[in-house]
């Protein structure tokens, strides 16, 4: 579980929190910190104003809550040298690391955009494929409905005509004729 400082200040006086206390999250120290200035305030107010409660933890400060009314923040450009409040050179590290996974999922944020817009124009695509497959379909269900009616009605004058046909197309069977004089 990592371990938050909570440390008090007051212009360029620093008062540090050696011991710290350990918590499940950053939002777990920010409730605490705000539970401490309202303690704080709550005793003597006139005591803590301009102080200001500073939360920090392994990466360095992440929260300053004023303490008093009126809140001053003081600021000088004689920081204390040994001050805690700047992070040690590992944060530094994980800040560097924490860049490039930033870059990184930038780079897959740019991606899943690219990829997202052409699947939306494959999808585009593909419903206006379907679209003329259906067409197609319908014009080739109609050719075949089309087909059946002249097969059925050449059927019907094929059975009408074949009586005639029947009739005018018959033969007699062939006969042998002989004629005399010939040997």
């Given at each position: 579980?990592?371990?938050?400082?909570?440390?008090?200040?007051?212009?360029?006086?620093?008062?540090?929190?050696?011991?710290?206390?350990?918590?499940?999250?950053?939002?777990?120290?920010?409730?605490?910190?705000?539970?401490?200035?309202?303690?704080?305030?709550?005793?003597v107010a006139n005591r803590w104003a301009s102080w200001f409660l500073?939360?920090?933890?392994?990466?360095?400060?992440?929260?300053?809550?004023?303490?008093?009314?009126?809140?001053?923040?003081?600021?000088?450009?004689?920081?204390?040298?040994?001050?805690?409040?700047?992070?040690?050179?590992?944060?530094?590290?994980?800040?560097?690391?924490?860049?490039?996974?930033?870059?990184?999922?930038?780079?897959?944020?740019?991606?899943?955009?690219?990829?997202?817009?052409?699947?939306?124009?494959?999808?585009?695509?593909?419903?206006?494929?379907?679209?003329?497959?259906?067409?197609?379909?319908?014009?080739?269900?109609?050719?075949?409905?089309?087909?059946?009616?002249l097969a059925a009605h050449a059927r019907h004058e094929t059975a009408?005509?074949?009586?005639?046909?029947?009739?005018?197309?018959?033969?007699?069977?062939?006969?042998?004729?002989?004629?005399?004089?010939?040997?």
């Amino acid at each position: 579980m990592p371990r938050y400082f909570f440390h008090l200040s007051f212009g360029d006086r620093l008062l540090l929190d050696d011991e710290g206390v350990e918590l499940p999250s950053r939002g777990a120290a920010r409730l605490e910190s705000q539970t401490v200035v309202r303690e704080l305030s709550s005793s003597v107010a006139n005591r803590w104003a301009s102080w200001f409660l500073r939360v920090a933890d392994q990466r360095g400060e992440f929260l300053s809550l004023p303490i008093g009314h009126p809140a001053l923040a003081l600021v000088s450009n004689n920081y204390p040298s040994g001050n805690v409040l700047t992070p040690p050179p590992e944060a530094t590290e994980d800040r560097r690391r924490a860049a490039a996974l930033t870059e990184r999922a930038a780079a897959l944020f740019d991606e899943a955009l690219v990829l997202r817009q052409r699947t939306a124009e494959l999808l585009e695509r593909n419903r206006q494929l379907r679209e003329e497959l259906s067409a197609e379909l319908r014009a080739n269900q109609a050719a075949g409905d089309r087909a059946l009616q002249l097969a059925a009605h050449a059927r019907h004058e094929t059975a009408e005509l074949g009586i005639y046909r029947t009739a005018a197309t018959r033969r007699a069977p062939p006969r042998l004729v002989l004629i005399p004089g010939g040997e």
